[in-house]
T-cell receptor
């Protein structure tokens, strides 16, 4: 099993450009999450999904959109990138709610200039 | 006030030492708690869950005090490989959403 994978690993964008980050998991998990991690801020939840076809806003959703068309994939989109979106983005998945472990992908390092 | 607060450290300890981290949380309704470990420039990984009765996994012991709303992690006989950032995490019980502390950095030296 590959676990949770993220594409791409690194990306540099110019302000105003758009991009999509892909997260894929092969553990048949229902729940998937997108976080961003900034120095001194800890991980913050951007959006999450409790199943195929569902999405919900997390703590810092502005400037991002997500889609969960297939159970194994969770896409994070930046429509018009801003320097404030420079961060490390982690995707995670979990089997169910109620305290189950979340499994994280290796992260995507995004720089917006 | 942050929902989950940790001392950022760094804690610099010699190999073989015992070190303890504390973490406080503000949401009294939080359902469960965890310690995650994050190595430099890597993804977080679950170290252990935290139970009210306390739990131990080898050299690691976690405790939860609901009355005082704090969580602790004790590491005995520290190894060089324990050097990492330790994240205190709470699960509020809604869609398994986790709230992360900013982490405590541990550096174990020879």
């Amino acid at each position: 099993n590959a676990g949770v994978t993220q594409t791409p690993k690194f990306r540099v964008l110019k302000t105003g450009q758009s991009m999509t980050l892909l997260c894929a998991q092969d553990m048949n998990h229902e729940y998937m999450y997108w976080y961003r991690q900034d120095p001194g801020m800890g991980l913050r939840l951007i959006h999450y999904s409790v199943g195929e076809g569902t999405t919900a806003k997390g703590e810092v959703p502005d400037g991002y959109n997500v889609s969960r068309l297939k159970k194994q994939n969770f896409l994070l989109g930046l429509e018009s990138a801003a320097p404030s979106q420079t961060s490390v983005y982690f995707c995670a998945s979990a089997w169910t709610s109620g305290g189950d472990e979340q499994y994280f992908g290796p992260g995507t390092r995004l720089t917006v200039t | 006030r942050k929902e989950v607060e940790q001392d950022p450290g760094p804690f610099n300890v010699p190999e073989g030492a015992t070190v303890a981290f504390n973490c406080t949380y503000s949401n009294s309704a939080s359902q469960s708690f965890f310690w995650y470990r994050q190595d430099c420039r890597k993804e977080p990984k679950l170290l252990m869950s935290v139970y009210s009765s306390g739990n131990e996994d080898g050299r690691f012991t976690a405790q939860l005090n609901r009355a005082s709303q704090y969580i602790s992690l004790l590491i005995r006989d520290s190894k060089l490989s324990d050097s990492a950032t330790y994240l205190c995490v709470e699960n509020t019980g809604t869609a398994s959403k986790l709230t992360f502390g900013t982490g405590t950095r541990l550096q174990v030296t020879l």
